[in-house]
Structures are given as structure tokens and as C-alpha cells.
């Protein structure tokens, strides 16, 4: 891999050089940093209340970027380019081992540079009619009438110009949709919600930037654009103080295998990884006791990745939980493979969710002849995205009250 020498887009991490064939064009943005709301170095007290610093967004766009210079695999568009845009307190460098060296330098958020690092991408996308353009977006968002808006790093420098920092997602697709290149993925991860101080905005039309142009004519657009949002219309959306956002989490499973769609062979296909997002978020906001469902804003249907190794998660769970914490083993066994076993912490709820390739397993819950708990197993077909066994053993009868 290379990285390029000069280029005119600051944003521009990695790139193949003139390449012959259709790749893949990956625009990465997140934005941690928001100077004017709670936290920022300039806020302003009293306004955007419950908007604050989002450090999940760029440990989650770090992560998209990484895990595209790292796994990305399709014989038919290979990664051609990677883009970042990265608002961090300080000025941001991104450093991956598929690179010769560190970048520096990459435009840190607001609205212009989004608009560039956007404009440059669609460019570099648009250049053979078979490449697959791929944006990843992480940051604050808020639902109005006509749609949704992304929020730019320099959001709420004012009351005049608060929304003139934000791009219009509605409009973006819209354009997107009429222009090359055929196949386009669009992952936007941040809230849907008119936030209590933004309720004056909630029946608004014509907010936001819109940095692309549709393309005019009589002709109809042969582009198949494909939009995923992390969360439902109305609705928030969440990540974890210390990780990632429930969104990059189950993108990143959904590509490692979760989102494999049996009528595309081994591929990773845009519905099978909405199903996979769908799954893997549904489980993360019920164990955190949040409510929070992706949907696909705009529909189509086409080849992502092809994973080297397909994991799918298989959720295990014992029940009483007490029982396979008192000395008690899981083992899971593939038909005709060798077994695994694990036994769970004493502080966990008695959750195993080993990612294994797909296949038919016998699932145990082992307890030696002494236990107070029977041992017991089930079968389990595992395919994409996950599976789930729960395992109740039968209390030995000189144990029983």
C-alpha cells in the first residue's frame, strides 16, 4: 500500500496510484470535538444543553478506517483509496502499519472541510462508473421536517449560524444517487432526534449544506445507493464512554462475517449487513437498558466484502446462572470438530458469546457427577448474523427441596 506524496485533498490517507481497474473509495468522518457546545473550549452556558463532547466518534472512525486497510477484500473493487476527517482536541495524525508513514495534517471537522473532504471523495469515486464509494459518518445528528442534519465541528457558533455547520443528509443521498459511481454505501452513525433545544428547528425545510450537486438530464440514474442509519427516525443513538459506538461495533462484526448472505455465496451483501446492524445493536442497547434500532434509509442491493474467515457471535446462556457459575463449563463442539470449553466469570449473568465460523454445534453445560446441576446440551445451527442457546440443566434429585 501506498501513501500519496501529494495530493490536493488533505483528507486523503491512502490511494492507489492510476489504478486500471474499478476499486473502492472510502471517506471516513468523525467528529469528537465540538468546540461551541458543553465542554468545548469556547461553549457558550445555557445553549445545546445535553450536546456535548463525543469521544466514541473518532475511536470509532479510526477503528471503520483501520478495519478497511486491514480486511477489506473484494476481487472486483479492491480498496483503491482511504479518507479521514478527524476533530480531535488536537490536531490529528493517523498512523496504521499498511502505511510508510504517519499523516498529518488531516482536516479537523468543520463545515468547509467536510464540504471539501466530501466533494474530493464523490471525484475520486466518480472516476470509473464501477467503483464502490463507501462514507462513514460519526458525530452529533438531528431529525427536522425535510430530514436529517450532520453536525460539523464548528456547530452552534451562534444563533444566525448554528445549522449553517451541519450538511443535509437528505440532500447528500439525493445527489449522490443521480451521479456515478454505480454501487455506493453510506453508514451514518449519530442521533436522529430533535434534541429539547433544537425544537425550533424540528418543522424547518432547506437547513444544512448540500455539497453535492445532482446531476441534471433526461436520463435515468443507473446508481445503486444503499443508506444505513444507526438509529431510528426520532431517536438517539449511543456508544460506550471508554469504546466505541453501538453502530461501529456491530459494522465491524456485520463485515467480519455477521452480514453474509447465503444467496451471495461468502459475501457481505447490503442486506445481509442490515440484518447483521439490526441484530448486533438490538443486543447491545437491551444490555445497556437503551432503546436503539438502525434502518436502512435508502435501499439497494449489492456485493460488499468478502470475508477471508466468515465469525458469526453464538450467544450461550445457562439458566439459573447460579448453576454454571458453582463449578459448572460450557463446552461447545462442531459436528465432527474438536470441543472448546469455558467457564464463565462468578460475576458475569452466565453469557458465552464465543464468534465462531458457521456450522452445526452441540452446546453443553458440564457439571461434574458430584454437582448439584445435571449436565444438559442442545444443538444449535449457527449462521449469519448470530445465534443463541439457552441451556436449563435439571437439579439432581438429592439436591432438590
Excluded at 444563533?159 to 453510506?186: F, H, K, V
Amino acid at each position: 500500500m501506498e501513501m500519496p506524496e501529494a495530493t490536493k485533498d488533505p483528507a486523503l490517507a491512502f490511494e492507489v496510484p492510476d489504478a486500471p481497474q474499478p476499486g473502492t473509495h472510502v471517506l471516513v468522518i468523525g467528529i469528537e470535538t465540538y468546540p461551541y457546545l458543553a465542554g468545548g473550549t469556547s461553549h457558550v452556558a445555557g445553549r445545546f444543553k445535553g450536546m456535548g463532547q463525543l469521544p466514541s466518534a473518532t475511536r470509532s472512525a479510526r477503528e471503520v478506517a483501520d478495519w478497511f486497510l486491514e480486511h477489506f477484500t473484494n476481487e472486483d473493487k479492491p480498496l483503491a483509496s482511504v479518507a479521514l476527517v478527524l476533530s480531535e482536541p488536537e490536531p490529528a495524525t493517523y498512523s496504521h502499519g499498511c502505511l510508510p508513514s504517519a499523516v498529518t495534517g488531516l482536516p479537523r471537522g468543520s463545515v468547509e472541510e467536510v464540504v471539501a473532504a466530501l466533494q474530493d471523495w464523490a471525484k475520486r469515486a466518480a472516476s470509473h462508473p464501477d467503483n464502490l464509494a463507501v462514507l462513514y459518518f460519526c458525530g452529533h445528528g438531528v431529525s427536522f421536517a425535510a430530514g436529517q442534519l450532520l453536525l460539523c465541528r464548528d456547530f452552534a457558533t451562534g444563533p444566525d449560524t448554528d445549522y449553517q455547520a451541519s450538511i443535509n443528509l437528505a440532500n447528500l443521498t439525493a445527489a449522490l444517487a443521480t451521479r456515478p459511481p454505480g454501487e455506493q454505501l453510506i453508514l451514518v452513525d449519530c442521533c436522529r432526534e430533535p434534541q429539547d433545544v433544537a425544537q425550533s428547528i424540528v418543522t424547518k425545510v432547506g437547513l444544512g449544506r448540500s455539497p453535492i450537486d445532482p446531476k441534471t438530464g433526461l436520463e435515468r440514474s443507473s446508481t445503486r445507493l444503499s443508506a444505513h442509519t444507526s438509529t431510528s427516525e426520532m431517536s438517539r443513538a449511543f456508544g460506550r464512554r471508554t469504546g466505541l459506538t453501538f453502530f461501529a461495533e456491530a459494522l465491524i462484526k456485520a463485515l467480519n462475517g455477521g452480514g453474509v448472505q447465503s444467496d451471495m455465496g461468502e459475501w457481505v451483501g447490503t442486506i445481509g449487513l442490515q440484518a447483521a446492524l439490526a441484530a448486533y445493536i438490538l443486543r447491545a442497547a437491551r444490555s445497556a437498558k437503551v432503546e436503539q434500532e438502525p434502518e436502512i434509509y435508502r435501499y439497494a442491493r449489492f456485493k460488499l466484502h468478502k470475508p477471508k474467515i466468515v465469525a458469526v457471535p453464538l450467544h450461550i446462556i445457562c439458566e439459573p446462572s447460579s448453576a454454571i457459575h458453582d463449578g459448572g463449563t460450557f463446552q461447545v463442539m462442531p459436528k465432527g470438530g474438536v470441543s472448546t470449553s469455558f467457564k464463565p466469570p462468578l460475576d458475569g449473568d452466565g453469557l458465552w458469546s464465543p464468534v465462531l465460523a458457521p456450522d452445526e454445534y452441540r452446546v453443553d453445560a458440564k457439571f461434574k457427577d458430584d454437582h448439584p446441576w445435571i449436565s444438559t446440551n442442545e444443538q444449535v445451527k449457527l449462521y449469519p448474523p448470530e445465534a443463541s442457546c439457552e441451556l436449563r440443566p435439571n437439579r439432581r434429585q438429592r439436591w432438590r427441596k
